[in-house]
């Protein structure tokens, strides 16, 4: 079946600039992650929804961040009056949601985000 | 906090040999290890995963070791091929249970 598909690819935008990033999980999967990985580093983890309710977004660096899940499958992250140091792939996952927490997480391709 | 880390930021073998990428953990409260494969414009990739009531897994090809005393774990890769080239990571749960944590990545560069 089909995986984790994130659009756009690539996002390139100018300093001040608001975006959205869109994430379409596997089908079924009632969990989404959304991680943020700078060049040369590993993911870092932004917000985690269940369900349509985002159960932690501890992650998320400020207050321009912001991420829906309305109907509980696609998600978009939102990001306000952009930065340049915002610049990075953004990384969407999806996972089942099992007993014991410890589930298979997949990822998306990402997003490229370029803030000019 | 906890910082997962690698011990080495790139490795290069040739085909056919085995490969052993090395891995740090700070928490000792982590009880979740995976490791992830990541090729260039792509997700990162689950590989084999391991719980810390365990200290070794085998899969196709590789092979993780834990060693809660130390806090350290390797991915073996066996018979190492040019398609295994990409950056490898490994990451923990979060005592959230959810949230992975990710150390920097090795790359690995296999050559003909």
């Known amino acids: 079946g089909a995986g984790v598909s994130q659009t756009p690819s690539n996002k390139v935008t100018e300093k001040g600039k608001y975006v959205e990033l869109r994430c379409d999980p596997i089908?079924?999967?009632?969990?989404l992650y959304w991680y943020r990985q700078s060049l040369g580093q590993g993911p870092e983890f932004l917000i985690y929804?269940?369900?349509?309710?985002?159960?932690?977004d501890s992650g998320l660096p400020n207050d321009r961040f912001f991420a829906v899940r309305p109907e509980g499958s696609v998600s978009t992250l939102k990001i306000q009056r952009t930065e340049r140091g915002d610049s990075a792939v953004y990384l969407c996952?999806?996972?089942?949601?099992?007993?014991?927490?410890?589930?298979?997480?997949?990822f998306g391709p990402g997003t490229r985000l370029t803030v000019l | 906090g906890e910082s997962v880390g690698l011990h080495l930021p790139t490795l290069s073998v040739q085909e056919g040999d085995n490969s052993i990428i090395n891995c740090a953990y700070s928490?000792?409260?982590?009880?979740?290890f995976i490791w992830y494969k990541q090729e260039s414009g792509k997700g990162p990739q689950f590989i084999i995963d391991?719980?810390?009531?365990?200290d070794k897994r085998q899969g196709q090809r590789v092979t993780v070791l834990l060693n809660k005393t130390v806090k350290h774990l390797s991915l073996q890769i066996a018979a190492t091929q040019p398609g295994d080239s990409a950056v490898y990571f490994c990451?923990?749960?979060?005592?959230?249970?959810?949230?992975?944590?990710f150390g920097k990545g090795t790359s690995l560069l296999v050559t003909p």
């Open positions: 996952a999806s996972s089942l949601t099992l007993a014991g927490g410890r589930n298979e997480q997949f």
């Open positions: 089908s079924g999967h009632t969990a």
């Open positions: 929804f269940q369900g349509t309710g985002a159960a932690d």
């Open positions: 928490n000792s409260a982590s009880d979740y």
């Open positions: 391991i719980r810390s009531n365990m």
């Open positions: 990451a923990s749960h979060s005592n959230s249970g959810y949230a992975l944590n």
